[in-house]
């Protein structure tokens, strides 16, 4: 009994919150600057990222001495004279690859912690299509497409680099996809799912708020 009326008092500000009509939390980051990743074969990943996915390369250096084994590595991978190319990945974003020495590193474990799952590039229907026939005509095998949200259909592949990649498509939004709308949930249903993360009321009620519902 004590136990519970302690629970209601710790959740009734956050409706106090939202009947003064919270707004939204707004991103302080303004999207992905670059994603930089790994291979052994530069020539091939610009082949795969320029001719199969339509990425130009608009960018391609050796990093300056010093930055690899030296005292100003900055966190790059620990080698020397390292390629470090740039692509146009759309929207203002770059990707980028460092070549590794092959046989220097081990192919990374993508279900690790801290590691890279996968990256999903938003794209339109047109181009999702026009993808999945280059994909077919070189015989790369793809797993899709396949709704994997409301309104959001995915295929799933891998580069060269046995890097998996996801191209996701919001048909429904024409040229223009709108990514963080067609993702974002109602209050309810973030609501039940943080409930099976934790039971701290008052930290779930202001996550929801963020929402600005």
Not at 135 to 154: A, D
Request: some cysteine; glycine content about 8%; charged content about 25%.
């Amino acid at each position: 009994m004590t136990t519970a009326t302690k629970t209601k008092a710790k959740a009734a500000p956050a409706p106090k919150a939202k009947a003064k009509g919270h707004v939204p939390m707004q991103p302080m980051t303004r999207g992905v600057h670059h994603l930089a990743l790994n291979t052994d074969d530069m020539k091939k990943t610009i082949d795969f990222y320029v001719d199969v996915l339509g990425m130009p390369l608009v960018h391609a250096l050796k990093v300056p001495a010093g930055l690899g084994t030296g005292p100003l590595n900055r966190g790059n991978p620990p080698y020397e004279n390292l390629r470090h190319y740039f692509f146009d990945m759309g929207n203002d974003s770059l990707l980028a690859f460092f070549e590794i020495p092959k046989g220097k590193e081990p192919e990374g474990n993508r279900n690790a912690i801290a590691a890279m799952q996968h990256v999903s590039f938003a794209i339109t229907e047109a181009r999702f299509e026009a993808i999945r026939e280059k994909l077919e005509g070189l015989g790369i095998e793809y797993l899709g497409p396949m709704e994997v949200l409301p309104g959001v259909f995915s295929m799933y592949f891998f580069d060269p680099n046995n890097i998996r990649l996801e191209l996701s498509c919001q048909p429904a939004d024409g040229a223009a996809p709108k990514v963080v709308r067609g993702c974002t949930q109602n209050a309810e249903a973030m609501r039940k799912e943080l409930l099976t993360l934790t039971d701290d009321r008052v930290w779930i009620e202001q996550r929801v708020a963020e929402l600005g519902e």
